[in-house]
């Protein structure tokens, strides 16, 4: 993720949609952040996830629904400073979901650190969830091969640092477990 778009202004919701389609940022306080494209091991993480969740998800017939990027998150339905694209977003309110992606914080949010991304998703990404109150936060770290997993209790995150050779247990589910071990590199 490259530096906020120069602006002595702050942005809005508003014109975050009036972005060029082909163009993927965020906007994060009022800051337009351009996102570069994802690495194949980035892609690699993202699918392996998202085929996990939602099969998981299917198997449940419930009503907890998962998107990958790019889907846009308003995490604040007041607040029109703050649109995000998380690399994966699972949503169980289907009153959250818009046509134009989820207004409220998801359950569960999963990030997977690219480095011109790092100090987004370890400092302002997981500050912002927290206010937000997403309820699960994961980390995925492919560089240092690190998974960090906030779960949020009251009002802060709890945190447990495994690797990619762990089966981590997801925190708002009681019998899903994520297997690192079958992500093939």
Not at 6 to 27: F, G, I, M
Not at 136 to 159: A, G, H, M
């Amino acid at each position: 993720m490259s530096e906020a778009l120069a602006h002595a202004n702050s942005y809005t919701e508003e014109d975050y949609y009036n972005l060029p389609e082909n163009v993927r940022a965020e906007l994060i306080d009022g800051q337009i952040y351009y996102m570069s494209a994802p690495s194949r091991i980035h892609q690699e993480i993202l699918s392996y996830l998202h085929l996990e969740i939602g099969n998981y998800l299917r198997s449940q017939k419930g009503s907890c629904k998962v998107y990958p990027a790019p889907f846009a998150v308003k995490l604040f339905s007041e607040d029109d400073r703050n649109v995000v694209e998380p690399d994966i977003s699972v949503i169980c309110d289907p009153n959250k979901l818009t046509d134009r992606g989820c207004t409220g914080a998801p359950d569960w949010i999963v990030e997977i650190v690219s480095p011109s991304n790092s100090s987004q998703d370890y400092i302002r990404k997981l500050n912002l969830y927290a206010d937000a109150g997403v309820r699960e936060y994961w980390i995925v770290n492919p560089i240092n091969q690190s998974v960090y997993v906030y779960f949020l209790e009251k009002d802060k995150f709890r945190t447990m640092a495994y690797t990619l050779q762990d089966k981590i247990k997801v925190n708002i589910y009681d019998d899903l477990w994520i297997d690192f071990t079958g992500l093939v590199l």
